[in-house]
């Protein structure tokens, strides 16, 4: 049975400004409220330690399986769930899986020891925002969480290299469909591959936040994909962007 920690402290929660739709350089955030998955108790605390210290995370459950972190997904409806890869019993990649079919607000950040592309391909087209290693440091851990809530793709770059990589070599060119994109959101799905946020694409293309954030959700409508990272994966696969496009040269 999933592990969930009661709410304790309502006076933190302020309101969260829509991705895309903030005014001027401070963003206002409720706290995000996490779901932990691990099979490991002792990287569960130590995990839930360091994110307590956190003011606007809040670790609302713990589980130790990918049926618990389903269970706990589908009662708490938290704001992102840090998944492992391999647990007892139904693993990271179907957990992930479900909680997005069920909870498809919910947020999927892997924290996995395992580096396989595969494995980062598998967990990505399930639905997972984010990829990272555990050897990661904490603050990192902590900003990748903030970026996922903001609705952005987490990966580190040597992962992002690895996968591009494989996909580029398994992925046929495909004649790019004049009906598919315009050149605004080419433009728009091009700096997103590089994994950079939506602030900052709207200043390399002299946009507003919102407008960047109009383009992101015609290109997901358009593809039919749910996510920046879809996008990006189906894109190279189709042959719609090239390995070089998600190299950031500035």
Known sequence: MFSELREQDDSRMTIQAAPGAVNGDHEEQRVIRVLLADDHALV????????????????????????????????????????????????GIEATRQIKAHCPKTAVLVL?????????????????????????????????????ARGESVLQPSLTEKMMRRLTNRSHPAQRSSDLLSEREFDVLRLAARGLPNKEIARRLGLSIRTVHSHLANIFQKMQVGSR??????????????????????
């Open 229 to 250: 990272t879809e996008a990006v994966l189906q894109a190279l696969r189709q042959g719609m962007i090239s390995l070089q496009d998600t190299y950031d040269t500035q």
């Open 112 to 148: 996995s020891a395992y580096d396989d592309e595969q494995y980062l391909i598998a967990l990505l087209e399930a639905g997972a925002a984010g990829f990272l290693l555990k050897n990661v440091h904490g603050q990192e851990l902590v900003n990748a969480i903030r970026a996922v």
């Open 44 to 91: 569960r605390e130590g995990t839930r330690r360091l994110l307590e210290a956190e003011s606007d995370v809040e670790v609302v459950a713990e589980a130790a399986s990918g049926e618990e972190a389903v269970e706990a997904a589908r009662r708490l409806n938290p704001d992102i769930a840090i998944m492992d890869i391999a647990m007892p019993g139904m693993g």
